[in-house]
């Protein structure tokens, strides 16, 4: 990808792989459903670039990289599309034992924007993930500098938005640490966070989708979420202050 070209990125959050484990060829396979023409076939390496992946499918059930699989491409330059997933040592909550993360580059493009949904869910029920999130390349140093940390006095996030719990503070798994555009919420993370009321969540429920594993797919904005647009960082706002579980704001 050039430096001119910016994505789309997913992540999703999920118990570590543990022994004859399927989901990352569901994931892969997941996606390739989502993103029509995608053939995600091709890994890479430092000395020889673009190395195509015969027995991609025998490959991922068997190699566990990393303890998750290891790093997939398509084979178009100008729509670089990337699929990895590695276990994180850090757990989701305080205590909480390591997890398996999944993290997809999009092209942001019309094509991208418009598979991001599929996508996300794919990648969330293919994971059994207990949350995740699609945004924009550069979102997440927005978010850094949410997150509180010792020493901080007064803690003024940008935007106006509201301070977060460091992820290793976060009271229980489930609990996401923050919003993205697009937000996977498994079925344990919605009852965490309340979610749905038919009455408040009216409008959210207008953008969301239930997924076949009892999870939702929720998006805040039609496109990509921009914090310089200020019905987005309204929309954004409220949703913050609809689910005060998330980011750990409802406990001490």
């Given at each position: 990808m050039s430096a001119e070209q910016k994505s789309l990125n997913v992540v999703v959050y999920a118990p570590a792989l543990v022994g004859d484990e399927k989901r990352p060829l569901a994931i892969a396979q997941g996606m390739e459903r989502a993103l029509r023409g995608l053939r995600l076939e091709w890994t890479t390496s430092e000395k020889d670039g673009l190395i195509a992946l015969p027995n991609r499918d025998e490959g991922i059930v068997t190699d566990k990289a990393n303890g998750g699989f290891f790093f997939l491409c398509n084979d178009d330059e100008n729509h670089p599309v990337t699929l990895s997933g590695w276990e994180n040592p850090d757990g989701l909550a305080a205590g909480g034992p390591p997890h398996f993360q999944v993290s997809v580059s999009l092209p942001l493009d019309a094509v991208g924007i418009a598979a991001a949904v599929?996508?996300?869910?794919?990648?969330?029920?293919?994971?059994?993930?207990?949350?995740?999130?699609?945004?924009?390349?550069?979102?997440?140093?927005?978010v850094a500098q949410q997150f509180r940390r010792q020493g901080d006095k007064p803690h003024v996030p940008p935007y106006g938005l509201p301070?977060?719990?460091?992820?290793?503070?976060?009271?229980?798994?489930?609990?996401p640490h923050y919003l993205g555009w697009l937000n996977y919420w498994s079925a344990a993370t919605a009852r965490a966070i309340g979610f749905p009321d038919p009455v408040r969540d009216a409008e959210l429920l207008s953008?969301?989708?239930?997924?076949?594993?009892g999870g939702w797919v929720v998006w805040l904005t039609d496109m990509p979420l921009d914090l310089d647009n200020p019905a987005h960082l309204d929309t954004l706002k409220r949703a913050y202050a609809r689910f005060p579980e998330i980011g750990g704001r409802s406990t001490p």
């Open positions: 599929d996508v996300l869910e794919a990648v969330g029920d293919g994971a059994r993930a207990v949350w995740g999130k699609a945004s924009l390349d550069g979102y997440g140093g927005v301070s977060l719990k460091r992820p290793r503070d976060n009271p229980a798994p489930e609990i953008r969301a989708r239930l997924t076949a594993t």
